[in-house]
Each structure stands twice: as structure tokens, then as C-alpha cells.
């Protein structure tokens, strides 16, 4: 069975830094892609940062240039990088990897940012 371990949600104030951290356990053959969702209050949870095979990425809109998706391929983790934090990222924040042909989401990790 696999499992994500997600980390490094928090509070920090606008303008702030956090970097997440998801990491998958149990037997893995291959991974296709792993991203970075979220999910804030009323809102669906929609796609913050995806990484591909061949380390290809996307990102919203509402991110980029402001947020870094990264992997270790050899920990099976993915890393979110978030700079230049606002109010509006606040949301639950969710580890998704595509395996072996199946999905998986991690438990979420909360991100406030407020003054």
C-alpha cells in the first residue's frame, strides 16, 4: 500500500516562505507525475504545481514565478517551495502522485497566511 507524508505547512505572513514536503512509502515501481494541489474553504481544490516524467512542469497561473515544484527521485519525495506568500494561497494542501497506474493523495497540510 502506498502512503504520502505530507510536511512544513504552517502560518507565516504575507510576503513569507514555506516549503512543502510529500513523501511516498510502500512499493513503487513507477511514477508519472507528482503535484501539488489545494483546497481552500468553498472553493474546489484545483491543481497548484505538477511534475511529469522528463521533469516537465506546470503550474497556475495564481503561482508561478512565485512557487517551485521539485522531486528526489531517489526518496520518492516532491518538494513545494512557496515564496512571496499571500492571503490567497491560504488552503489545505494536498500531495497527489500518479503510480503504477493508480492515484494517490496525501492527508493535507494546512497553509495560513495572514498578518
Known amino acids: 500500500q502506498v502512503q504520502l507524508v505530507e510536511s512544513g505547512g504552517g502560518l507565516v505572513q504575507p510576503g513569507g516562505s514555506l516549503r512543502l514536503s510529500c513523501a511516498a512509502s510502500?512499493?513503487?515501481?513507477?511514477?508519472?507525475?507528482m503535484g501539488w494541489y489545494r483546497q481552500a474553504p468553498g472553493k474546489q481544490r484545483e491543481l497548484v504545481a505538477l511534475?511529469?516524467?522528463?521533469?516537465?512542469?506546470n503550474y497556475a497561473d495564481s503561482v508561478k514565478g512565485r512557487f517551485t515544484i521539485s522531486r528526489d527521485n531517489a526518496k520518492n519525495t516532491v518538494y513545494l517551495q512557496m515564496n512571496s506568500l499571500k492571503p490567497e494561497d491560504t488552503a489545505v494542501y494536498y500531495c497527489?502522485?500518479?503510480?503504477?497506474?493508480?492515484?494517490?493523495w496525501g492527508q493535507g497540510t494546512q497553509v495560513t497566511v495572514s498578518s
Open positions: 510502500g512499493t513503487i515501481f513507477s511514477i508519472y507525475a
Open positions: 497527489n502522485i500518479a503510480a503504477d497506474g493508480k492515484g494517490y
Open positions: 511534475m511529469r516524467s522528463g521533469g516537465i512542469t
